[in-house]
């Protein structure tokens, strides 16, 4: 499956309409900077890359919004309000 597969499907167990579950994922994609990455697939992402899809496929699930914090070494803080 490809990135953004996979984050539809966590994103469907919250929403129940595909077309909500795919905008969804693929505005959680953009917010974890892994956007570029949507089209590859989940088992050929570097360490780094997993890490962000793991955390997508969390922010996808349940969520309202997100604030991202990034910093210089390129660690990524999400705040989630639900």
Known sequence: MTVLENVVV???LRNRRRS???RRATEVLS???LAGQADSLAGSLTVA???RKH???S???NLNSIHIAS???YSLIYTIDA
């Open 59 to 61: 922010l996808s699930f």
């Open 31 to 33: 917010v974890v900077e």
């Open 49 to 51: 890359w997993k890490k």
């Open 55 to 57: 955390s997508s496929l």
């Open 71 to 73: 910093y210089a070494d």
């Open 10 to 12: 966590a994103s469907y």
């Open 20 to 22: 909500a579950a795919e």
